[in-house]
Each structure stands twice: as structure tokens, then as C-alpha cells.
């Protein structure tokens, strides 16, 4: 963020007082339909059924079958965030520093594009079609190889195989993400660092992992946050099998499947708190990593 | 030197051809599968059945109308929003930055929970239309949207070149239509496509605000043919191909640096 070189030099305007007027309809609109929708949640969250204030709802979100399906939700986001993390930091690492030749490199950033933004329906029905009972890859193990895949208590429609349809829109956010970081690293400090007598081992554990280091972390966090709010492609995958919050959630919007609306609320809010922690750690990370990476 | 060069390339073609296994396998898997509608034979049935549905017609019709809606009404909304807070306002900055950041952290199912409890019921009625839905669309569009303008704006000289159409006797719609737009083009454009990729096969709110999207009936689709949704599922990666394409084509930016809220 560059700071502006001469703030309010030029244009001196009598009407420079009413300026903030000009964000009226920007802050009109967010008000309406982002930070009013937003608000009631959080509202309704400590309220009872007669609209006085009350914790309850907080303190029921830790009743078995609530905190079952945070965890869930935790747990696929925090493993496709890790693996997806680790593998698409390797994918953008070899890309970058493996001596690939260059149109490797190019046609691995557009398929990361293009697969980042692959998701929802169409992306649970591609895997449906490649690992589910039939799928291609399903038959194609059991002809040549005679494994059967659906005996091992392998299925696509379980954790396993939600995790396995997120990584495909997780690791190429991190290939995407990563690569310009690792563009950043200056070469000028490997040869400083091979100079001083350092090892490969040594240049990472000392000069590239700590630049990387809040970058890696920060989009690892990012990609948690990219797997909790998803919907779309788990309710398409599991059709609502599985107890994600977000399914909960849906469910609830559907028909009041807790019989309590405002436990709804904070079902809900709970969620947008985890969020928030996770984009505002993100965004932290990133401007951390930025002092070194340009 | 040399040996540990050699071995790192190889393990770099490694992860690389780790990485495209993982890539194309679902995308072949789902090619063959849309290809064996027929028995004993390789056809295009099951593309046929799709395209000649008239449901998908309508609802991906409707849904492109649900896109351009979208991207008209954001950029009539921000593009003078920005360039107000650029020329006059720049301390707004950072605010303007962490409200456009919201729709993260408030993820479409919670935002279209909260819209659904706030305009189902007088005077607020507003879930009977679909100009809900296009609002919702809006600010989902916000981080890219809004991410693109900034990003223009700030490539130019926001400030002389307002001044000299001043100085020229041009008002504030003018400058806004004749000089901004036309500079902002290629950052609008490529915002423009990533709305119309996220929107156009968007489920969450179009299915529970109850309206025939494109999203909602593929959903449907899934639930009741087994080989019609994996041509749906190529078709669809490649409008997202395609559409991907042209903003790294128009715009040599970073496109896929801000991932969309939403899509997922």
C-alpha cells in the first residue's frame, strides 16, 4: 500500500466537507445487504425467543451433535489446508526453482487458475465421475489391477473423499499464491548465504524458510478459511450427509431443523467468527511477508 | 553443484507430474464418463441430452442475466465509489479495503441466511425478487470487483487527469463516462469476467432464495441422471477455461491472486 504523495494538494474545493457524501450509496448498499444481513445474525444470536438478551445460544452451541459438526468442518478444512498447503508450496517451488523449461511453468499456472475456480456442483459431479463406486478411475483400478477400491472402506462420500474433492480447488490457490512469493526470493541471497560457507540445508533452515515462513502460514490459513465456507460442492458430493456446519446451516434456512432460530443465528455467527479469525490471520501473515517479499 | 541441480530437477518433475495426474485424472475420468451414455459405444448422448434440455437453456439464460446484472450494477456502484475515495477521500482507503474483504469472512451461506431473516417480511419484502439475489451477487463480486478498480486506479494518475478535464470544462458524470471508465477498461473487464465465472454456476443463495439458476439445476440434474452431470461438469471447466482464458489474455494481471468468495 503506497501512501499518497500529496493528500488533498490540488483540488481545494469549497464543498471539500461534504465530500464523505460521495460514499453515501457504497455505504447505503453495504449497509443493506452485507453489514445489516451480517449484524442480524450476530444479533439474533444473543437473543431468546422473546427477543431479550441471553447467552444460551452460545452456550448450546456446545451440546454434542453442534460441536460434532464444527469439528468435522475443522477437520477437512484444516487437512486440505495442510496438504493442499505442503503440496501446492512443492508444485510452486518446483515451478520456480526446479530448472523446469518455462511452458511447464505457464501451463501449470493457468490449470491452478482454472482448477481455483473450478468448484461447487461441477467439480463434486467430475469427482463423482472419477471416484465414485462407478467411476472411471473406480473401474479402471478393479480391470487392471483387480483392487476394489469401495472394499477398503474407501468412499467419495465420506471424509476421505470430501478431502481429497477440496484439494482440487486448494493446492492450486496455494500455486498461486506462492509462486510470486517465491519469485520474491532474491538470488543475491542464496550466492550471500553460499559465500558465507551454507549448505542447501542451511540457506532454507536460515534465509528462505523465515522469509517464507509467514507467507506459507498465512495461505495455509487462507485455504482452512476457502474449505470452511464451502457449500455448494460438499451439499452436491454428500447430498447434506455429512455434518458440516455449513450443511447445518443450510439445513436450518430450509426449515428450522434445531427448533430454535436463534440457536440458528449462532450456528451461524460461530461460524463467521472462525472466519473472520482466519482472514484477518491471513491478512496479517501476508503483510508480515511483505517486508521482504516485494 | 552439478548432482545436486540434477536432483532437484528431478524431484521437481516430480511434484509437477504428481500435480497434473491430480489435475487431469478427474478431468479424463469425467470425459470418458460423459462419453458412455450409450452402451459398448463412445457418444455424445449424453451432451445432446443436455443441450437439448430446455431447462438447461432457461436456467443458464436466466443465470447469465443474474451475471450481467451483476457486473453492471458493482461497477455503477464502485467505479465512482473508488475514484471518490482515490481523488478526495484517501484516508477511506483502508475502510473501503476491509468492507470490500467482508463477504470472506461472511461466507454466502451465513450472508444469505441473515438477507433471507431480513427482507421476508414487510416492509422489507424483497425475497418475492429477484433484485435480492442480484444484491447478494453484488457483494460477493466486492473483493475481485472492487480488488480490479483499486488496482487500476492506481496505475493512473487519477488526479492530473481529473484536473486537466476540468480545466477543460468536463463535470464529474463526464469525467467519470469519458476519461476513468475508458483507462479502467482492461481492470473492469477482467473483474467482469471472474463475477460472470462465480455467478454463473453459483448455488448457494440462488438455491435458497428459490430461484431457477443455473446452480439449482444442476444440483438437480445430479440427483436424478447418472452420465448427463459429467457433461455438464466439462462444459462447465470449460466456460471456466474459457473464461479464465480471456481475463489472462485482456488484462496481464494476476487474476487468480484473489480467490472468489463463494464459488465453493
Known amino acids: 500500500m503506497k501512501p499518497l504523495t500529496n493528500p488533498q494538494s490540488a483540488i481545494r474545493n469549497p464543498q471539500s466537507a461534504l465530500a464523505w457524501l460521495g460514499l453515501l450509496p457504497f455505504a447505503l448498499f453495504a449497509g443493506a445487504f452485507l453489514l445489516g444481513p451480517a449484524a442480524i445474525i450476530v444479533i439474533g444470536s444473543f437473543q431468546d425467543a422473546a427477543g431479550g438478551f441471553t447467552l444460551a445460544n452460545i452456550g448450546d452451541l456446545f451440546q454434542p451433535r453442534i460441536l460434532d459438526s464444527y469439528w468435522l468442518s475443522v477437520k477437512v478444512s484444516a487437512v486440505t489446508a495442510v496438504g493442499g498447503g505442503l503440496f501446492g508450496f512443492l508444485l510452486a517451488y518446483a515451478a520456480v526453482g526446479g530448472g523446469l523449461p518455462r511452458p511447464v511453468r505457464t501451463a501449470l499456472l493457468t490449470f491452478s487458475g482454472v482448477a481455483s475456480n473450478f468448484a461447487g456442483i461441477p467439480l463434486a459431479f467430475a469427482f463423482i465421475a472419477t471416484l465414485g463406486r462407478t467411476g472411471f478411475v473406480t473401474a479402471l483400478l478393479t480391470q487392471v489391477f483387480g483392487f476394489h477400491l469401495y472394499d477398503t472402506g474407501f468412499s467419495l462420500y465420506t471424509f476421505w473423499g470430501l478431502a481429497l474433492t477440496y484439494l482440487y480447488f486448494q493446492f492450486p490457490l496455494m500455486v498461486l499464491i506462492m509462486t510470486p512469493a517465491l519469485d520474491g526470493l532474491k538470488r543475491e541471497w542464496r550466492e550471500a548465504a553460499e559465500n558465507l560457507g551454507a549448505t542447501s540445508w542451511h540457506y532454507w533452515r536460515y534465509v528462505a524458510l523465515p522469509i517464507l515462513l509467514p507467507s506459507l502460514l498465512g495461505t495455509m490459513i487462507l485455504l482452512f478459511g476457502n474449505a470452511f465456507g464451502a457449500y455448494a460442492t460438499a451439499f452436491a458430493l454428500t447430498g447434506g450427509t455429512l455434518n458440516l456446519v455449513t450443511i447445518q446451516i443450510g439445513a436450518q434456512i430450509r426449515g428450522d431443523v434445531l427448533h430454535n432460530p436463534n440457536l440458528g443465528y449462532a450456528l451461524a455467527f460461530g461460524m463467521v467468527v472462525i472466519m473472520a479469525l482466519s482472514i484477518g490471520g491471513y491478512t496479517l501473515l501476508q503483510r508480515r511477508s511483505a517486508r521482504w517479499l516485494q | ?264
Do not use: C, K
Open chain 2, 1 to 264: 553443484m552439478r548432482g545436486r541441480r540434477r536432483g532437484s530437477r528431478a524431484w521437481a518433475w516430480f511434484w509437477v507430474a504428481l500435480g497434473a495426474l491430480y489435475f487431469l485424472l478427474p478431468l479424463y475420468g469425467t470425459l470418458d464418463f460423459s462419453l458412455r451414455l450409450r452402451r459398448d459405444v463412445l457418444s455424445l448422448d449424453a451432451y445432446a441430452n443436455v443441450l437439448g434440455d430446455e431447462q438447461f437453456r432457461n436456467s443458464f439464460l436466466y443465470s447469465t442475466g443474474l451475471a450481467v446484472a451483476t457486473i453492471l450494477f458493482s461497477i455503477v456502484l464502485l467505479v465512482p465509489t473508488a475514484y471518490w475515495v482515490h481523488l478526495r477521500l484517501p484516508r477511506w482507503r483502508p475502510v473501503l479495503e476491509f468492507v470490500t474483504l467482508l463477504p470472506f469472512v461472511v461466507p454466502p451461506i451465513v450472508l444469505v441466511f441473515g438477507l433471507i431473516r431480513l427482507y421476508s417480511r414487510p416492509p422489507f419484502l424483497l425475497v418475492t425478487s429477484p433484485v435480492l439475489l442480484v444484491a447478494a451477487y453484488v457483494v460477493l463480486s466486492f473483493p475481485y470487483m472492487y480488488r480490479a478498480i483499486d488496482t487500476g486506479l492506481r496505475a493512473m494518475d487519477v488526479r492530473s487527469l481529473t484536473e486537466a478535464a476540468q480545466s477543460l470544462g468536463a463535470r464529474p458524470p463526464t469525467i467519470l463516462w469519458r476519461v476513468i471508465l475508458p483507462n479502467l477498461r482492461v481492470s473492469l473487464i477482467s473483474g467482469a469476467f471472474l463475477t460472470f465465472a462465480t455467478v454463473i454456476g453459483e448455488f448457494t443463495m440462488a438455491a435458497l432464495l428459490n430461484w431457477p439458476a443455473f446452480g439449482p439445476y444442476l444440483a438437480l440434474i445430479g440427483g436424478n441422471r447418472a452420465y448427463e452431470p459429467a457433461a455438464l461438469a466439462i462444459l462447465s471447466f470449460g466456460l471456466t477455461w474459457a473464461t479464465l482464458g480471456l481475463i489472462g489474455r485482456i488484462g496481464r494481471g494476476a487474476p487468480g491472486q484473489t480467490p472468489p468468495a463463494g464459488g465453493h
